[in-house]
């Protein structure tokens, strides 16, 4: 095997996925390249526009934007100082115009986007927005580039809805180059797994809301994304493989000098790839089939975040490329798992980087033929550049890069190939009577994988709850929580029940959980067949399962199915239920529409993407039905 040659496998899935796309992506770049072609027009304004857009600029950047040989660069920006991973970005937009001056051009904040974080709304009514803020902040995102001021744009965004969002959008500008900007991770507090035996603890009833705040106050402590491998670390992950950031830039903690540093770095490279220079490099011909499969391949070889099955089939339709669940699935039997992070281990995302890093991953599975390497990023052409690790020069306090380490520093974190935690990715795609749903099982015992127990069926995870607080639920069990789904109610994380199932398990019940809901970028140690579609509201056969029904949910062989006479279970009529109180407060009823026009969970759940008819021609029905009493409930 050559340094180039890419695994079989890899190479199937992605030629697939090029033929599949073919058409919408010819079509994209040809719209890109003619929007490419006409250049910013803030020359071709009128003089009014013009100088509206620059009308809160210094003199010297006025001067410099009155004529058309000097780079602007737009700034999107997802601060806001209440959330720690955010709140870093505070500084960011003096420090990049200032290196945008220094490198002859002009930086502007073009705008700002919404940024809310799960860990707050985690379990209230909030995260029933959580999912649709990614489309939000793509709009909001469209509207700050809509002035047609600028040569390339800089994204500074971290965590879970925001990064995909501001893909979206970049893409959507697809003409115009794109760079990352990163904040990094806070430092290591308390460890995870100590924090979540807390909550359990709690959840149990043997300490007080008192031990709870403190212990989650020790963990989640300063500024930076949490420390554990959820979506926000993903996110990272994701922006370094694809090529999105320079090469180190994703796991430096915020306010040191190589954060800056960085900072600077990845402005300037942004002024160096625009149209002006020899090296344009426009992010919707950047990303292309094989981008996105490297992003695919990091998610699994690091055990990441179930919420990117979602999102990175969003990311991809917006430069015209189709993903699918089978293409994930497929790549995960391809890839070894070579993270572990929790929840996957005990190690934070600081470990990792210490351990070797992206550098070390990245080079270790182009090594193995497991990435594409010869692919464009924003930093030149291929992935080499990005087999390093960051470190601040002692001469100039400029970035230096040295080559990742041969080893890694710890194996029980970060692993070579040769020694992976597991010969496959931790994501499977499930298939059966129940429809179609996707499991993480990086860090789900083995033992756990196939999972067979009688239903318990709940509408609304408070209800599973306060059953498991009245001692309902201590038994074998799979818990189905459903209309949960995009349209019911913005397909929310259920990752509060995270701590009573874990109890359930511990005391050595047969536990799984089965929703058309989300569970978390923290998805842990219970198997939890998740993103069940058709959902629940639409009909899907997750709507028909009743209490008592035996379910089965095999991770090794990929089937969810309730084990239930076929011509029986055709015959159900579903559930419903009346959502009503899912479509005010909290600012749910600005909402309604998403709801209403979501693609399905294997779409990616977006209001950008209109579903395909359905078969006869009649559009989905978006009805909110009334609710009606669930028959043979078994267990009341």
């Known amino acids: 095997m050559t340094a180039y040659d890419v695994n079989a496998t890899i190479s199937a899935v992605t030629e697939r996925m090029r033929e599949r796309s073919r058409a919408g992506r010819e079509l994209y770049l040809e719209r890109l390249a003619d929007r490419a072609s006409q250049g910013p027009k803030r020359s071709k304004l009128s003089c009014g526009n013009l100088a509206h857009g620059f009308a809160a600029c210094g003199p010297a950047d006025k001067a410099d934007l009155k004529g058309d040989t000097v780079a602007n660069l737009g700034i999107i920006t997802a601060y806001n100082d209440m959330l ?27 705008g700002g986007v919404p940024a809310m974080c799960d860990g707050v709304t985690q379990g209230q009514a909030g995260m029933e927005l959580s999912l649709f803020s990614r489309d939000v902040i793509a709009l909001s995102t469209a509207v700050g580039l809509s002035h047609d001021m600028f040569d390339a744009a800089v994204y500074l965004g971290v965590c879970d809805k925001i ?9 959507t500008f697809g003409h115009l180059p ?7 991770p806070m430092t290591s507090g308390l460890p995870n797994d100590e924090k979540a035996k807390t909550r359990q603890l709690y959840a149990e009833g043997k300490i007080g809301r008192d031990e709870l705040l403190e212990a989650e106050s020790a963990s989640y402590h300063g500024p930076g994304t949490c420390t554990f491998y959820g979506t926000a670390n993903s996110n990272q992950m994701l922006m370094e493989i694809m090529g999105l950031h320079i090469p180190g830039a994703s796991f430096v903690n915020p306010n040191t000098p190589l954060r800056d540093a960085l900072t600077r770095e990845a402005t300037r490279r942004a002024m160096a790839i625009t149209a002006l220079g020899n090296e344009f490099t426009p992010v919707g ?5 094989r981008s996105v499969v490297n992003g695919v391949i990091g998610l699994h070889a690091t055990g990441g975040s179930t919420n990117h099955t979602i999102h990175l089939i969003a990311m991809a339709a917006a430069a015209g490329i189709t993903l699918t ?30 351990a070797g890093g992206l550098g070390f991953m990245i080079r270790e599975l182009a090594d193995h033929g497991l990435l594409h390497r010869d692919v464009r990023t924003v930093w030149g052409h291929g992935l080499d550049p990005y087999m390093i690790e960051p470190a601040l020069g002692r001469e100039d306090g400029t970035v230096e890069r040295r080559p990742a380490p041969k080893k890694s520093g710890n194996e029980k974190v970060l692993a070579p190939v040769a020694k992976a935690f597991q010969p496959n990715g931790g994501l499977k795609m499930l298939t059966g009577n129940l429809g179609r749903g996707v499991i993480k099982i990086s860090a789900v015992k083995p033992d756990r994988h196939v999972i067979e127990a009688p239903a318990r069926v709940f509408h609304d995870q408070n209800d599973l709850q306060a059953a498991f607080k009245a001692g309902e639920c201590d038994r074998d069990m799979v818990a189905v929580i459903r209309f949960q789904g995009p349209k019911a109610n913005g397909m929310p994380e259920l990752h509060k029940l995270t701590p009573c199932l874990g109890i359930l398990q511990d005391r050595g019940h047969q536990v799984a959980l089965v929703t058309d809901g989300r569970m978390s970028g923290a998805s842990g140690k219970v198997p939890a067949a998740i993103h069940v579609t058709p959902e629940a509201l639409d009909g899907g056969p997750i709507a028909k399962v009743r209490d008592g029904d035996m379910v ?14 076929a011509t029986e279970f055709e015959s159900r009529e579903p559930a419903k239920v009346d959502l009503t109180a899912n479509t005010h407060g909290i600012g749910r009823e600005l909402f309604e529409t998403f709801r209403r026009v979501a693609t399905r969970a294997d779409q990616g759940a977006s209001v950008f993407m209109p579903p395909p008819a359905p078969a006869g021609g009649a559009a989905p029905s978006s009805a909110r039905p009334v609710s009606v009493p669930l028959a043979d409930d078994a267990f009341r």
């Not at 870093?88 to 200032?98: H, M, R, S, V, Y």
């Not at 794109?178 to 990094?184: D, E, H, K, L, S």
């Open 163 to 171: 990064v995909p969002g501001l893909l979206i959008a970049a893409l």
């Open 285 to 289: 011909e950047m990303i292309d089939e």
């Open 178 to 184: 794109a760079v990352f900007i990163p904040a990094g």
């Open 325 to 354: 669940w089978e293409d994930i699935s497929d790549l995960s039997d391809a890839v070894p798992l070579l993270a572990r992070v929790y929840p996957n281990g005990l190690a934070d995302v600081n470990h990792f980087h210490a």
């Open 552 to 565: 089965r949910i095999d991770a090794i062989n990929g089937t969810l199915e309730v084990l239930v006479d």
């Open 84 to 110: 720690s991973a955010h709140q870093p970005f505070e500084t960011f937009p003096a420090l990049i115009k200032q290196a945008a001056r220094d490198a002859g051009g002009v930086a502007q904040v073009a």
